[in-house]
């Protein structure tokens, strides 16, 4: 059963609702997953109890390794009161030895919701539409919504605001970190560039559909293959690996396609003086970014590391509780 959360003139739903990618909640919507997530924040610096979830179990479905995404998660539900499971690729054989669909019943009669990450986006909407508990994306090939909430989160903290900003991505543009930054940016209003070799733009459907979006909110989007051009008075500045998990028989040729893509001091001058560098971790120095950079005054990547954790903990709270 779904519930309604009133918010000045708007009624919100988040229980039982799954979160595959920000392009399914409104702006209100993801307005207020922030506004929880800092409110939880504060609740954990003061040393508050938080248990909105006691009792409550996540199941997660890891079939790509990670730090940061099994960390936070699992912290997460603990100081929420509930408690996490870890399913790795050897515990649980999804598609494979068992059906999708079985897969997501069966775990619809365990636990209370179902965090996945692994490498097809079309297996998580297959395993959302046959669970009849929440189903939370922590990143497929396509989409990695959790680690843009936390982006956004990070870069309202250090800007005070969101609407208005620009955001300029460099790098591998068919790439998830980028297509949830398109969805997320013009839902809150930013602005955003994408600067990405030939071969390597984002996804069309997602394009079109976030030019769509940013219509009714006011945010304009570029897609380029010059970084001069798209970093050009950015607020903010984003970039990832130029080789994700799954593509490393690329690396050669990935390292050639994107060698004038990388994030330095020269191509920054170009952005505004007071730009934050955001990173989702880990980083390849000396090839996405320099050390220069990723470690320099600009760059706010470890608060936007723990940014996760809060990020996701009102996600948990908003879809379990």
């Known amino acids: ?22 392009s399914d909640f409104t702006t209100e919507e993801i307005l207020y997953m922030l506004d929880v997530a800092k409110e939880i924040k504060s609740l954990q610096k003061q040393g508050k109890p938080h248990a909105y979830l006691s009792g409550k179990v996540l199941g997660m479905i890891f079939e790509k390794s990670s730090t940061r995404t099994r960390v936070s998660f699992e912290v997460g539900m603990l100081q929420l009161g509930g408690h996490a499971i870890f399913l790795s690729s050897k515990d649980i054989q999804l598609g494979r030895g068992e059906s999708i669909s079985d897969t997501a019943k069966v775990l619809s009669r365990y636990v209370d919701g179902i965090m996945i990450r692994t490498f097809s986006h079309e297996s998580v909407e297959e395993l959302a539409a046959n669970a009849t508990i929440p189903v939370i994306n922590g990143l497929t090939d396509l989409q990695h919504p959790a680690q843009v909430l936390a982006d956004l989160l990070t870069i309202q903290e250090h800007k005070g605001k969101l609407a208005g900003l620009k955001l300029c991505y460099i790098g591998d543009g068919n790439n998830n970190v980028a297509h949830s930054l398109m969805e997320g940016a013009v839902k809150v209003g930013m602005d955003i560039s994408i600067a990405s070799p030939p071969g390597y733009l984002p996804n069309g459907t997602i394009t079109v559909n976030a030019i769509k ?53 020269e191509l920054c001058k170009h952005a505004k003086s007071d730009f934050i560098f955001l990173h989702c971790l880990p980083a390849h120095r000396g090839e996405e970014v320099t050390a220069e950079i990723i470690d320099g005054s600009h760059s706010v990547v470890f608060d936007e590391a723990e940014n996760r954790l809060h990020a996701q903990k009102a996600i948990l709270k908003l879809l379990l509780a």
Request: charge should be negative; charged fraction near 25%; hydrophobic fraction near 40%.
């Open 1 to 22: 059963m779904v519930e309604a959360i009133q918010v000045n003139d708007q009624v919100l739903q988040f229980k039982g609702k799954d979160f595959l990618q920000l």
């Open 213 to 265: 979006d940013g219509g009714q909110t006011g945010s304009n989007v570029m897609i380029t293959n010059d970084p001069v051009a798209a970093v050009q008075d950015a607020d903010v500045i984003v970039t990832d690996v130029w080789t994700s998990m799954g593509q490393e028989e690329e690396t050669e040729k990935r390292l050639k396609a994107f060698s004038a893509y990388q994030v330095n001091a």
